[in-house]
């Protein structure tokens, strides 16, 4: 398929869902949440049809942006996909900082965070699907880009937000027309009241990982990462996790683009950053254990990594186990060093969870356990210009 004009019947090479716990299969082309035993459920290919069918050499005359590699996600019709024009995201090298890492800034997409990308798919293919009704608990950013997608593809949204969420998301989900409510509690307590639906509207569950599109749609960032990398990948990839969706879906993107021959079997090695005031993942990776306790008492200003419990936490474990990474906890004053040097050393300001991944690194380069050498890619998920910043303003005068 070289053609770049919307082909009205795109090709899905979508074979089945799969259980990642137990493997179970669903049929594709039906509304699914969960598996059957809890679990996030899995999109899987027909990868030998896709290898013969899809090369590198037909994206040459595509537009940039992860609408691009659509033969490897899940859309059947071009009049499903749900679009607010995705761009491809930049990698800009940190000239100043030790080791030089290469940030990749995902805040340049739509609603200014890589949420875009999962709600671009999940709010796709809820249209596919013939879904009306939407919903999702969040601490901002994927409500923000729900809401948007949701919008756009005229199906109706509601939003679920931890009450100290910073008043700018809480507008932006409003004035891009979702119902939002602050509920008294942290993610996970939104995400209850989503999943009980107590007055009955037959909303669909689009919580991370509780549908099976959203990590297809994160999956794009290590396909878009691979490409740029003139289909290879970088030695590590640090991530800021929540609910781990990025971390899972990279991986699996790399699992599938083996699969297909775009690249060979080198993996990165991925390393989730967390907050030391919400480091679930770390407890329970420092402990090889395979699933992760409930962190208490939540808190951190890198609201988009407080998520105290996440339902992929053994896929995300598996993923950095299996790479050779590492988990890490770091300290909000490490952020917000880290965001205040970047801003002021290179001009380029990024958020919380994007500085955390700088502060991580260089605890990271001091410990050892990365090498300067190391090409190391660093995601800012989201735009610095969304989180509340530090008051500027010496008076003229002293
Ligand atoms: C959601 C979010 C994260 C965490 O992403 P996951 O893939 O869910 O772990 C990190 N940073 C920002 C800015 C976010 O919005």
């Known amino acids: 398929m070289t053609e770049t004009a919307p082909n009205e019947n795109l090709t899905s090479y979508v074979s089945h869902l799969e259980c990642s716990m137990t493997c179970e299969r669903y049929p594709k082309g039906e509304v699914r949440g969960l598996s059957s035993v809890g679990r996030p459920l899995l999109v899987r290919y027909d990868l030998e049809a896709l290898a013969r069918a899809f090369t590198p050499t037909d994206l040459a005359n595509r537009p940039t942006g992860f609408w691009r590699y659509r033969e490897l996600l899940p859309v059947t ?68 880009a729900l809401a948007a997608y949701a919008r756009r593809a005229d199906i109706a949204a509601t939003v679920f937000c931890p009450a100290d969420t910073p008043e700018i998301n809480i507008a932006e989900i409003g004035i891009q027309g979702a119902d939002v409510y602050r509920v008294d509690g942290l993610i996970d307590d939104c995400g209850r009241i989503v999943g009980a639906d107590r007055d009955g509207v037959g909303w669909f569950d689009l919580s991370t990982l509780k549908e099976p599109y959203r ?10 990462l691979a490409e740029q990398f003139r289909w290879s990948v970088p030695d590590v990839i640090v991530y800021p996790t929540g609910g781990g969706t990025g971390l899972i879906g990279m991986w699996k ?141 010496i008076p003229f005068n002293g």
Request: aromatic share 6%; net charge negative.
């Open 253 to 393: 993107a790399f699992d599938e683009l083996e699969a297909i021959g775009w690249i060979g079997s080198k993996r990165p090695r991925m390393i989730a950053v967390q907050a030391e005031g919400c480091a679930p993942i770390v407890r329970a990776f420092d402990q090889g254990v395979e699933h992760a306790e409930r962190w208490e008492n939540a808190s951190t200003f890198a609201a988009g990594i407080r998520v105290p419990a996440a339902v992929g936490d053994f896929l995300i474990l598996r993923a950095v186990r299996e790479s050779n990474g590492f988990a890490i906890a770091v300290s909000d004053a490490a952020i917000e060093e880290a965001r205040d040097d970047v801003a002021r050393n290179e001009g380029l300001l990024l958020c919380p969870e994007g500085a955390a991944t700088v502060a991580a690194y260089r605890a990271a380069l001091a410990d050892g356990s990365i090498d300067p050498s190391e090409t190391t890619v660093l995601f800012n998920c989201a735009t610095g210009l969304k989180y509340p910043l530090p008051t500027a303003g």
């Open 77 to 144: 019709e071009t009049r499903n996909v749900v679009s607010l024009g995705e761009v491809e995201t930049p990698l800009i090298a940190l000239d100043k900082e030790c080791g030089r890492p290469i940030v990749k800034d995902e805040g340049r997409l739509p609603t200014g965070s890589f949420k875009a990308r999962g709600l671009a798919l999940a709010v796709s293919m809820a249209k596919e699907l013939g879904l009306e009704h939407l919903a999702m608990p969040t601490n901002g950013n994927a409500g923000a």
């Open 215 to 224: 990590i297809e749609g994160k999956k794009t960032m290590g396909i878009e």
